[in-house]
């Protein structure tokens, strides 16, 4: 547990151009250009920079396997399919079939995607990463939210697509010193009302997406109108907690409580490291593709691992059927964490990334608090994230209207489990009033 008293502690291109976006009138003051994304000139570097490095020839003991971080076989296989299968301008190709456009607002430049219904009632909806994550992770379920459907009471549904990139994350450039989440959410909101036009919408966030949602459910509650979550902004339930609420869990809610206990206790070290030491593990992964895999791809692989652990396969990650085959519905592929850590690397932005810990080191709160707003929310949890909050606490914190916990999926729901996120997102509509 000192582990976790120490983190308590710390948190006290290719493709088509794009078109011009047409802005509303409120949007004058604000200058959107189209952007697409070509970050091919530093591909020759990051190849021989990965073709160069030299992992140790064997474990520093036998069996060690992941049980110390990420396992040095599957890092290896990694470094091979990034050089032989991997193929930037393949991904940047895909990336640009998007509509990008970058906006300044407070003076940081913000990257977002827009893509738009052609329902006229669609809903908008913002899309909000954390780390490691960026755009990347919403891209699989774009389309199909943009296209009209039904929610559970038959009621049509569609939502116009924002999807920024975080402040000091990919193409948005890097905040100042004392930058906050709700820093954060305040640009997100102009975003959507003084630059997009929209009168209100909906929101949707994980990881440290979901701090930057609550506060614009709660401080901005006259435009954010409903809030999906896949995580919650302030610290896991813990066992004590559930017995003193007198809580009964099923047998799902059991294993996502065991598991959130030992992600408390072995699994945190990253956030330790990168809420007190930022600039450390920033400046000795900057130039270092390979480095930069291994400490990102610890948290990926251990979400796939379980993953494919649950759907009944046997797994020493690499061995076996094709390692890049996702087991569906996760599209959660190794090529799709190359294209995640080389977007990092091309962008040069892993070291700004992971300040995001240290400048806003209480943005998860110790305990809940409730929203001061009447707007829907709804929760969605998936069997391998990596904490857990019974629905009886995430009652306490807002308008509770739908709770759904699968049995498939994790920490990246857009890629673990993409159509039961879409149809989860997709029940925004039964409660829009706006």
């Not at 940047?92 to 940081?108: M, P, R, W």
């Not at 094709?322 to 932005?349: F, H, K, M, Q, W």
């Not at 305990?367 to 998936?382: E, I, K, N």
Request: hydrophobic content about 40%; some cysteine; overall charge neutral.
């Amino acid at each position: 547990m000192m582990l976790l008293r120490l983190v308590t502690l710390a948190t006290s291109l290719l493709g088509l151009v794009t078109p011009a976006l047409t802005i509303p009138s409120p949007a004058a003051p604000f200058k959107v250009k189209p952007f697409r994304v070509n970050l091919s000139k530093n591909v020759p570097h990051m190849l021989d920079l990965i073709r160069s490095t030299q992992l140790p020839a064997k474990p520093q003991y036998p069996g060690i396997g992941s049980s110390f971080g990420i396992d040095l076989d599957a890092l290896k296989a990694l470094k091979q399919e990034w050089l032989h299968d991997f193929d930037w301008e393949r991904e940047q190709a895909s990336i640009n079939k998007f509509h990008h456009y970058a906006v300044t607002v407070e003076g940081l430049q913000i990257h977002f995607i827009h893509e738009k219904s052609k329902d006229p009632n669609a809903i908008p909806l913002l899309l909000c990463h954390g780390w490691p994550g960026s755009f990347l992770e919403f891209l699989p379920i774009i389309k199909d939210l943009t296209q009209r459907a039904r929610t559970s009471t038959g009621r049509n549904v569609s939502f116009d697509i924002i999807i920024p990139s975080l402040p000091g994350f990919a193409f948005s450039s890097s905040p100042p010193q004392n930058w906050t989440l709700d820093d954060t959410a305040r640009v997100y909101n102009t975003l959507m009302t003084k630059v997009l036009g929209y009168e209100a919408y909906a929101v949707h966030g994980t990881a440290h997406g979901v701090a930057i949602s609550f506060t614009l459910y709660d401080e901005f509650n006259t435009t954010a109108r409903a809030a999906h979550l896949v995580f919650m902004f302030f610290h896991p339930t813990t066992p004590e907690e559930i017995s003193a609420r007198n809580i009964s869990l099923s047998p799902l809610e059991q294993f996502e409580l065991q598991r959130s206990v030992e992600w408390g206790v072995n699994g945190m070290g990253y956030f330790v490291m990168q809420t007190t030491k930022p600039n450390t593990v920033g400046l000795a992964l900057h130039d270092n593709p390979v480095g930069q895999l291994a400490w990102i791809g610890d948290k990926y692989i251990d979400c796939r691992v379980a993953l494919t652990q649950a759907a009944g396969t046997s797994l020493t990650f690499f061995t076996g059927s094709d390692p890049r085959a996702g087991t569906a519905p996760s599209i959660l592929t190794t090529n799709e964490l190359l294209r995640c850590v080389s977007l990092y690397y091309l962008t040069g932005t892993f070291r700004s990334s992971i300040y995001i810990y240290a400048q806003d080191p209480g943005a998860f709160e110790r305990v809940p608090r409730r929203a001061r707003t009447d707007a829907p929310l709804l929760v969605s949890f998936f069997k391998y994230n990596t904490a857990f909050w019974p629905r009886e606490v995430i009652a306490m914190v807002g308008n509770l209207t739908k709770y759904r916990n699968h049995d498939f999926g994790g920490t990246f729901a857009g890629l673990d489990n993409p159509p039961a996120l879409i149809e989860d997102l997709r029940e925004i509509g039964t409660d829009w009033q706006y």
